[in-house]
Structure formats: structure tokens, C-alpha cells
């Protein structure tokens, strides 16, 4: 299966900061899609968003923004003023091709107050 | 938005039993289900796909016999863990999606935590 890559094992930062989680994956397809999902302490995934490749444009809700760009094959996601609930595990996935939904292996967001 | 439910959400278990886990979709037809397993500090990883009707497709090296996967309405998969061992411990997630097609959002259940003794 083709990789995703989470460097981030784990990143702590002060309630208020911002803090971008970075995801690169490797791709031999042209169509893919791309997820992020949140994984708070109770375990369950929590769907934030789904890209396909053909859109490039930069997505912002609320605090989250994600930045995706092919050239780099990146999709990274980033918290405006964190708060403690943002505090999680992070995954990013990508499905295309022949691959099932295949996970990175998350950043541990730890977000003190 | 979708919700996905499993139950149990924890069980223990004695090494040799069977355990069932069920997950649902709750307000939404699934055409596809997902079955994961998760390790601690670890990522998921995807153990079959069951597809409504039609037999599970199960990743390289998830033996068949021992996760028994039925996906018999649009509603509601099962995982079966047969004579479970205590490297069988591990959380247990599924996922559903609306549709077969790639890229589909697959929602997720809870989770449950398998523990055998």
C-alpha cells in the first residue's frame, strides 16, 4: 500500500497557540482522496474531512484550515487558537487506487492549558 | 451527520470463548462495513471489508476462520472472534460507508476493547 507519513509523533504546545500537524503520502494514482480523522482519549474516530485530488483549494472551518498541495503531496492540517478539548490523536488517510483507506500513524495533539 | 454504534463497548473474555462484536449504522444505509483493529500508540489497521450479501474480503495475513465477518442487512456487520487468545487483545473498530465506491467517507463506531484472560 502506498504510505502515509505522519513525522509528528507527538506535539504539545499552550492553549491559544497554533499548530499545524503535518501529513505526506506517497501516490501512483491520479484520483485519491485524502482524510483527517480525530481520535479523542475515548477512542472513537471522529470524521473532520475528506479531499478529493482534483481540488486543491485550501478548506477553512471554523479553526481548522487544511493545505493541500500535490507538488509536495502533502495535506497538512492546522488548529488556530488551540483550546484542550483539540487535545487527540490526529490521523490522516488516503484511499485511492488499489488501496483501501490506509491510515498514517498519528500525532498526539497535547494541548495544555 | 452518520453515526455508527458497536456493541459491546468492552468485554472480557477467557482464552478458548467466542466473542461477537456488532456494529450498526444508525441513521444511514451501509453498503460497505469495515472492520480494524487497533494496537496501543498504534495506527488502525484494516483486517476486511465486508460489502452487504456477499462474503468479507480479508487483508493478507487476517485468517478467515478466526475473524468471522457477516455483513447480513445494510444496517448491521458482526465480527466473531473465535477461540480467542490473549494476543487477540486489541481494539476493535469498525467503520461504515454509503457507498462502494473509492473515497467514500467511512464513519466510524467506538470502538470496543477486547480483553482476554
Known amino acids: 500500500a502506498q504510505k502515509v507519513t505522519q513525522a509528528q509523533t507527538e506535539i504539545s504546545v499552550v492553549e491559544k497557540e497554533d499548530v499545524t500537524l503535518d501529513c505526506v503520502y506517497e501516490t501512483r494514482d491520479t484520483t485519491y482522496y485524502l482524510f483527517w480523522y480525530k481520535q479523542p482519549p475515548s477512542g472513537e474516530l471522529v470524521f473532520l474531512i475528506r479531499?478529493?485530488?482534483?481540488?486543491?483549494q485550501n478548506e477553512i472551518s471554523g479553526r481548522y484550515s487544511w493545505n493541500f498541495q500535490k507538488s509536495t503531496s502533502s495535506f497538512n492540517f492546522t488548529i488556530t487558537a488551540s483550546q484542550v478539548v483539540d487535545s487527540a490523536v490526529y490521523f490522516c488517510?488516503?484511499?485511492?487506487?488499489?488501496?483501501?483507506?490506509?491510515f498514517g500513524k498519528g500525532t498526539h495533539l497535547i494541548i495544555q492549558p | 451527520g452518520a453515526v455508527v454504534s458497536q456493541h459491546p463497548s468492552r468485554v472480557i473474555c477467557k482464552s478458548g470463548t467466542s466473542v461477537k462484536i456488532e456494529c450498526r449504522s444508525l441513521?444511514?444505509?451501509?453498503?460497505?462495513m469495515f472492520w480494524y483493529r487497533q494496537f496501543p500508540k498504534k495506527s488502525l489497521m484494516l483486517m476486511a471489508t465486508?460489502?452487504?450479501?456477499?462474503?468479507?474480503?480479508?487483508e493478507q495475513g487476517v485468517e478467515k476462520d478466526k475473524f468471522l465477518i457477516n455483513h447480513a442487512s445494510l444496517t448491521l456487520s458482526t465480527l466473531t472472534v473465535t477461540s480467542a487468545h490473549p494476543e487477540d487483545s486489541s481494539f476493535y473498530i469498525c467503520?461504515?460507508?454509503?457507498?462502494?465506491?473509492?473515497?467514500?467517507?467511512?464513519?466510524f463506531g467506538p470502538g470496543t476493547r477486547l480483553t482476554v484472560l
Open positions: 465486508s460489502n452487504e450479501g456477499s462474503k468479507a474480503t480479508y
Open positions: 488517510a488516503r484511499e485511492g487506487g488499489a488501496d483501501g483507506l490506509t
Open positions: 441513521d444511514f444505509q451501509a453498503t460497505t
Open positions: 479531499r478529493n485530488s482534483f481540488d486543491e
Open positions: 467503520s461504515a460507508s454509503g457507498g462502494q465506491a473509492i473515497g467514500d467517507t467511512q464513519y
